[in-house]
């Protein structure tokens, strides 16, 4: 398989037409469909259904072109890391972050990595869960991303930091904000649940409805929303109740109560790409851990 044929495959899936794909490569039609033809004969499947008109993927052509997207996007990125240690250019580090990841430890990791590294070319990229990080790491846009979900994805390494105790927030007004010792989660059997983010899935939202079912507690109704901010802000209007992370606590309107099972926690999870053993993964991963044991030792989870 050949670099070229990814190329050819990828203008032709999206031009869905041979002779528009010949035009936007500058290269006759015949040799095109001889690349093509030779890619599926290797590959043992058709990646294209032809009519006289224009072009389908098949459903396994589909994949592969999702796959050659990220392999042709890997590939630019190896060849602007190499330009730019060739021409001793700016070293660059993209990380990618769920939200949630900025009421806790992140931004004192990205603190510390821009004092050992002055030179870093540092850039963040805020992702809406773990899967959108694990998706990006593979088509090169981020270098490392810091999330809360664990991904059973095979080509990522996955370091868990940290375990954050959740809270409940309440509002002052209701049976659970009138205290602030710890609280079970049976007592949230029958009550309204606040949980974020509403997509894409799977989330936050989903870890807090899972650990609720580990318990046994229903619900009276579960209410999503896009954000941890709308969360709280719900809960300060009565709206209900949430579980957050305890870095979380943002709002002076809303009361939090720690939880008292052990395994109600929200993991801090660092993940890269699979054995890349690029400058900056020692650091990031040295620095991760001293931020996160300091947090430990002072008893406050980030």
Known sequence: MELRQLRYFVAVAETRNFTRASEQLHIAQPPLSRQIQMLETEL????????????????????????ALRALAHIEQMKTVAQQVGANQQRRLCIGFVPSALYGGLPLLIRKLRQRFPDIDLHMLELSTSLQQVSALQSGRIDIGVGRIRSADQSVERIVLGEEKLVLAAPASHALGSADSPVSLQALAGQRLIVYPQEPRPSFADHVVSLLRDHSVRVKETIEVRELQTALGLVAAEGGVSLIPSSARIRTDVVY??????????????????????????????????????????????
């Open 44 to 67: 043992g499947v058709a990646l294209l259904l032809r009519n006289s008109r224009s072009v389908r993927l098949t459903e396994a052509g589909r994949v592969f072109y999702e796959q």
């Open 257 to 302: 109560r720690e939880v008292k099972e052990e395994r109600a926690t929200s993991p801090i999870i660092l993940i890269h790409r699979l054995a890349d053993t690029s400058w900056y993964i020692e650091p990031v991963l040295q620095l991760s851990r001293e931020v996160f044991a300091e947090a430990a030792l002072d008893g406050d989870r980030p």
